[in-house]
Structures are given as structure tokens and as C-alpha cells.
């Protein structure tokens, strides 16, 4: 970056040089015109009057150079910085003309242009990438500054009035920022992120988040941009991405406000804050790691405002809900709900949580992190970075009397043995496991260590499940199904008329699903309950084929099934069956 210092000593010296000079021809002109015989020649005069205004331009010149040098180092953007070198030299074109042309209006026209074209012309340009409240020279700026100036003078600002273009304004939405390691509020934090000329964009990214009820936000920076995509039902959209710029500074808002380094961009680091939108109360789980092309940011959106389900409202069979309710009801034994990440299974486990009487029992929950908040539970959230682990934590609870206990997740053999162990002692334990079906989640356990004796007089249950997303009700449409599928299917042909599906040729987008063909998601699901003779089978010598025979005969739905169910009733497609089962 060129600095105008050198440039200002030069023309200070220069000035004063003429000036000196100016005057002193002036006095020996006129000492010389009174002798008789001698012209006074033409000497280097210089009118003060019209010297200001270029004093005035020369010190604007100088400042604009250094607010240009400072401004494009802020926004990050390599295409910026050369306007430094152009606002210089063409200032210093400007000047030399000054000296050069003798008519003086001419000169200072040709000087105010030379200053003042390239000025508007990086403005105009900088202007086309920054957030609103980031433009300069517009009416709400112009109107902040003699706010500023109103205000120093003891007056009251009365410009703006109303307007939100600057950082308190934007989407209704409040974030609450928190510091590192601890739950509460940390107003400081968001006083830090206001400070940013991206906190408005910030805002609005969130809100346009909710609004199209994603429960993911992926920051995904490219060489040119920083991409956004949201992740709504389960698939991951598309949306408006920033320029490097301002995307970065968006990050650094979310990281000040969840306590993070923003210093630090290659290191993975995780975080949370919250937001208050319209009465509801949103947390959001932020998570960073480096890439080659810069910082990524994966934000996780929990709305604890949305409460938790019934098991009558997660897509049940009447039939499976009056089981599963008579199972988790129970003194004691080990309820599992399996699945892969993100397929509902702790809403599945809060669901049964809120069929036990509370009032009742002592319900503890360990879990990473929480995600639902219950009353009239106690709720533990493990800390890995403190030393607070499942296990430890469920040994601590086992000493407080609990009548119910629920485990996040089963991830190690001490918190899996652990866990059979208090099922077997009186108490009634819920967690979850990573397994594709039920089936497969007992000899998961069988993985990770647990006796098979221990799995076999612990488990009561096993619940597997998947979310399918359903058809939009205002544009599905219907469509009659092979014959060939049906019978593949196992499906009567004389009791199947039709099929639904999202639009082929949308004529529109829809206004509801925004073109998806998908408004929200439905569970699928299949119960293994362990009877006496599935016990023996996993004491003495546990096989995939011999207990999954044995769960057919008691007459177990399997996952795809029931999800054909949920395509018979159009509730679902039959492609969005097979790509989530499949």
C-alpha cells in the first residue's frame, strides 16, 4: 500500500518553497520598479485565496489515501487494494496540474476531478459488496455522522430515526451470546459481534434459516465466495452466498458470540449461543474446522420452543404406540432406540420419557449435549474437556436414587455395561445406539464388549427407526404404480390403485414447499421386543438369521415395510423410501 507521508512533506516543502519565493520576488519587484529604467519582471507570485482551496482538496487527498488503505485491508478483498494506488497517483496528477496550467480555474477543475472520480468510483464499488449498514456516503450513513456530530455537541441526534439500517435493526431476532464453558448469558459477547459490519447479515442468515425451518447451517468457503446451504428435512439446499469478505466476517460474528478464537481458523473448535425470535427461545451448536480454502462452520439449530412429541404424533401405528407405551412404562430394563445420526431417535426417547409419570419418579438424563428440556426431570450434560464422561456421570447418577434413567448414547463397553447393569438392579434405562436395524443393535452391543448374559436379562426392547420426508399436500400428485413393483412389493394389485408423488413438471413453485415436493418428515419404524426364547438365543450362541427368524414370527414390521405403509397412504414417495432405506 502507497502511504501519502513522503508525498506530504514533498508538498509542504514545495509549498512553502513558493510561497517564500512569491514574496520575496514580490519585494524586490517593487523596490526595483522605483528605479527609473528597470522593469519589474513577471517573478513567482502566488495568491493565498486561491492556494486554500487547494490546501482544502490536498488534505482530504491525504486522508482519503490512508481511509482506502485501511478500508480494503478490513474488507479482505484483493480487488480493493488497488484503488489505494489510484486515488494516490491521480492525486498527485491532480497537483502537478496545478502548478503546471496557469489558469487557475482550469487547474482546479481538472484537480477536484482527479480527486474526486476515483474516490466515488471505489465507493460506488465497495458499496456493491458490503452489507447495508456497511455503505458509506448513503443517506443513513450521512445521517449517522451528523448524529455523531449532533451528539458531541450536547444535542440529541435527529436523523435515522427509525430507520434500521445499522446494526440494532435488521430481523427480529436476538441473539444471547455465552462464554466459553459456561450456560449463562454473556452480554458482552454480543456486544462484541454488533461491532461487526456483518452483524445484520449475520441476522438475516439466521432468520432466513428458521423461517425455512432448517435445522443446519454449513458455511462452505470456496476461493472466490463462501458458500451457504441449509439443511431442511434432512437434505441440504442451497442458499444466497456471501462474498469472502463478508462471509468471514459472518463466521467471526457466530464465533464471537459462542465464545470462540477468532484468531484461530485451523484448529476444529465448538461453541453455542442463543437467539430469542417471536417468544421462541433457539440454541445453536457451532462447530469450526480448517480446509484448504479457508474456515468452515457447520451451525446446529435446536428449537427448544417446539417441544417434544407424543409418541401418537411420530408417525406410530396405534398398534406399535399402545406396545412401545407398555414397554417404557415398565419398573425396570433397557429400552434402545437405533439408527443412524439424525433420524430422531432422542425425539423418539423424550417421546417415551413424557408417557412416565414425572411426578412420580426420579428421572435423570445424561446426554451430549441436551437437546429438549423437560420439567421435572434432571438434566446432565457430559463435559469431554472437563473429564466428564458418560460413564463417570452414570455412576454419579446411580447413587441418587433414579427411578428412570436415560443415556444419550451408548458409544464405549464401560458406559454399555454400566447400563445393562442398572437395568438389571430396579431401574427402567433409555439410550440410543448406531446400528442400521434392531437386529443388528444387539450384537452392536456384542462389539463393544457387553456379555451376552448380561444383554439377555438387561434388554426389553429395541426400537428401530428412519424419518422420511412427506409429500407436500398442495402439490403432490397422484400416479397409478406398476404392476410388477406391486408384486414385487408383495402388494394386492386390486387394493393398491394409486401412488403419490412430488410433481414431475411443476408448472409453479409451490408456495408452500418452496418446490421441493416435501413439507416436513414422518417416522418409520420397526420393534424387536426380546421374548423368553430370544434370550436363550442370545445367551448360548447369539446368530444374525436365528433371531431375526424368531422376531418374524412374533410377528415384527420391518422398517421398509411400515414405510410402504407410509406410501400407500400417500403420506411419502416411494423414492424417498428407497433413499432412506435402501
Wanted: with cysteine.
Amino acid at each position: 500500500m502507497i502511504r501519502p507521508r513522503l508525498a506530504l512533506a514533498t508538498f509542504t516543502l514545495m509549498t512553502l518553497g513558493a510561497t517564500a519565493g512569491a514574496y520575496a520576488a514580490e519585494s524586490a519587484g517593487v523596490l526595483l520598479a522605483q528605479a527609473p529604467g528597470i522593469l519589474r519582471g513577471p517573478g513567482m507570485y502566488l495568491n493565498l485565496f486561491k492556494f486554500l482551496p487547494v490546501l482544502a482538496v490536498f488534505v482530504l487527498w491525504a486522508w482519503t489515501s490512508y481511509w482506502i488503505d485501511d478500508d480494503a485491508k478490513e474488507l479482505v478483498n484483493p480487488k480493493f487494494e488497488i484503488w489505494n494506488s489510484v486515488v494516490f497517483f491521480s492525486g498527485i496528477l491532480g497537483f502537478a496540474m496545478v502548478w503546471a496550467i496557469p489558469i487557475y480555474p482550469i487547474s482546479l477543475t481538472l484537480l477536484l476531478l482527479s480527486y474526486f472520480v476515483p474516490l466515488l468510483s471505489y465507493i460506488y464499488t465497495r458499496n456493491q459488496t458490503v452489507p447495508d449498514d456497511s455503505k458509506v456516503l448513503t443517506f443513513y450513513h450521512l445521517g449517522e455522522v451528523m448524529n455523531d456530530l449532533m451528539n458531541k455537541a450536547g444535542m440529541k441526534g435527529i436523523f435515522n430515526k427509525g430507520d434500521s439500517g445499522g446494526n440494532q435493526g435488521g430481523p427480529p431476532i436476538e441473539f444471547v451470546g455465552k462464554s466459553q464453558g459456561a450456560s449463562k448469558a454473556d452480554p458482552t459477547r454480543v456486544a462484541q459481534a454488533e461491532e461487526s459490519r456483518s452483524y445484520t447479515s449475520a441476522k438475516e442468515l439466521v432468520y432466513d434459516a428458521v423461517l425455512r425451518r432448517a435445522t443446519d447451517i454449513h458455511f462452505e468457503p470456496t476461493t472466490e465466495q463462501l458458500s451457504i446451504r441449509y439443511r431442511i428435512d434432512g437434505i441440504l439446499h442451497a442458499a444466497e452466498p456471501f462474498d469472502r469478505p463478508t462471509g468471514d466476517a459472518v463466521i467471526n460474528v457466530f464465533k464471537v458470540l459462542g465464545a470462540l478464537d477468532i484468531s484461530e481458523k485451523r484448529k476444529p473448535q465448538d461453541g453455542s449461543f442463543g437467539a430469542k425470535l417471536e417468544g421462541r427461545e433457539l440454541e445453536f451448536r457451532v462447530a469450526t474446522s480448517g480446509s484448504k480454502s479457508g474456515e468452515k462452520m457447520v451451525m446446529r439449530i435446536l428449537d427448544s420452543g417446539m417441544g417434544v412429541s407424543a409418541l401418537d404424533e411420530a408417525g406410530l401405528r396405534p398398534k406399535l404406540a399402545t406396545e412401545i407405551r407398555g414397554l417404557v412404562t415398565q419398573p425396570h430394563g433397557m429400552f434402545l432406540c437405533c439408527g443412524p445420526t439424525g433420524s430422531g431417535k432422542t425425539t423418539t426417547l423424550y417421546a417415551c420419557l413424557r408417557e412416565i409419570d414425572r411426578f412420580q419418579k426420579n428421572i435423570i438424563t445424561v446426554e451430549d449435549p441436551i437437546e429438549y428440556h423437560l420439567d421435572n426431570i434432571t438434566q446432565m450434560e457430559i463435559n469431554s474437556k472437563s473429564g466428564q464422561t458418560f460413564s463417570g456421570s452414570l455412576r454419579s447418577i446411580l447413587r441418587q436414587d433414579p427411578d428412570v434413567i436415560m443415556i444419550g448414547e451408548i458409544r464405549d463397553q464401560e458406559t454399555a455395561t454400566i447400563a445393562c447393569q442398572a437395568a438389571t438392579t430396579g431401574h427402567m434405562v433409555f439410550s440410543t445406539v448406531h446400528a442400521n436395524d434392531t437386529v443388528t443393535a444387539l450384537f452392536r452391543l456384542l462389539d463393544l464388549g457387553v456379555e451376552p448374559f448380561m444383554i439377555a436379562s438387561a434388554l426389553t426392547a429395541v426400537l428401530g427407526q428412519r424419518l422420511v420426508r412427506m409429500l407436500c399436500e398442495n402439490c403432490k400428485e397422484p400416479y397409478k404404480p406398476k404392476p410388477e413393483f406391486l408384486k414385487k412389493a408383495n402388494l394386492p394389485a386390486d387394493k393398491v390403485d394409486v401412488f403419490y408423488r412430488r410433481p414431475a413438471e411443476p408448472q409453479e413453485v409451490c408456495p408452500q414447499c418452496g418446490g421441493t415436493g416435501y413439507l416436513g418428515r414422518t417416522g418409520i419404524f420397526e420393534l424387536l421386543i426380546i421374548t423368553e426364547p430370544m434370550r436363550d438365543m442370545i445367551r448360548e450362541n447369539p446368530s444374525l438369521n436365528a433371531i431375526k427368524a424368531e422376531a418374524r414370527k412374533n410377528g415384527m414390521i420391518y422398517l421398509q415395510e411400515d414405510g410402504l405403509r407410509q406410501v400407500i397412504q400417500g403420506k411419502t414417495s416411494i423414492d424417498e423410501l428407497l433413499r432412506v432405506v435402501k
